[in-house]
């Protein structure tokens, strides 16, 4: 099966400048998640996605980050303006079902944000 | 909150055993371990739910202790393809949030 799409895989900005990342998880996974990863640091959950709607959205700077997911399948993740410290990997995962408990993440291959 | 993996760095040779430990102070329901190597994804290596069971994948295995909160993956007569970065996650009860540990990076040499 397709695994998790992301793009773009780099990008460079400066900062004040916005930027997006897109995200399409693999078929029939209802549940979606963007984490963020520091460099030397494990990933951080910003957002997760039931279908199109929002089950944790706690740890998401809500000043300047937002995401969607419409129609439930593929998703964009926006910030709006960036700073420095937005410097990070960017991560989607998909999974089957809602409860991380019985199932294992599938994560893309991340977009790796540069704010100079 | 945040699991706490020891130690955060080992150096093997290839055919050593490892043991990466991860723990919470918080009550948990399951426990994820995923792999990532550099400029990768992390990949889903096993999850164990609560009720101490064990579980293994190939040469690499795992224990979860319930009781004390810790969660063991054993690496077993590793092999170059075994150096990564080992992150531990955890669903703390009552929760549905993933949390990442910050990582223990294995380096396997020849």
């Known amino acids: 099966e397709a695994g998790v799409a992301q793009s773009p895989r780099y990008k460079i900005i400066e900062k004040r400048q916005s930027v997006a990342f897109w995200c399409n998880p693999i078929?029939?996974?209802?549940?979606l998640y963007w984490y963020q990863q520091i460099l030397g640091q494990g990933p951080k959950l910003l957002i997760q996605f039931q279908n199109n709607g929002v089950v944790d959205d706690s740890q998401l700077p809500k000043d300047r980050f937002s995401a969607e997911r419409l129609k439930g399948v593929d998703s964009t993740l926006k910030i709006q303006p960036a700073k420095l410290e937005d410097s990070a990997v960017y991560l989607c995962?998909?999974?089957?079902?809602?409860?991380?408990?019985?199932?294992?993440?599938?994560f893309g291959s991340g977009t790796r944000l540069t704010v100079v | 909150q945040q699991p706490v993996q020891s130690p955060q760095a080992v150096i093997l040779r290839e055919g050593e055993d490892a043991v990466i430990n991860c723990s919470s102070s918080?009550?948990?329901?399951?426990v994820h371990w995923y792999r990532q190597k550099h400029g990768e994804a992390p990949i889903f290596l096993m999850i164990?739910?609560?009720?101490?069971e064990q579980k293994g994948h190939d040469k690499i295995s795992a224990s979860f202790n319930e009781k004390k909160q810790q969660s063991s993956l054993y690496l077993t007569a590793s092999q170059l393809s075994y150096s990564g970065t080992y992150f531990c996650?955890?669903?703390?009860?009552?929760?549905?949030?993933?949390?990442f540990g910050k990582g223990t990076k294995l380096t396997v040499n020849p």
């Open positions: 918080k009550a948990l329901y399951s």
């Open positions: 996650g955890t669903v703390q009860g009552g929760s549905e949030k993933l949390v």
């Open positions: 995962a998909s999974s089957l079902v809602r409860q991380g408990a019985y199932y294992g993440y599938t």
């Open positions: 078929s029939g996974h209802a549940t």
């Open positions: 164990l739910l609560k009720g101490g």
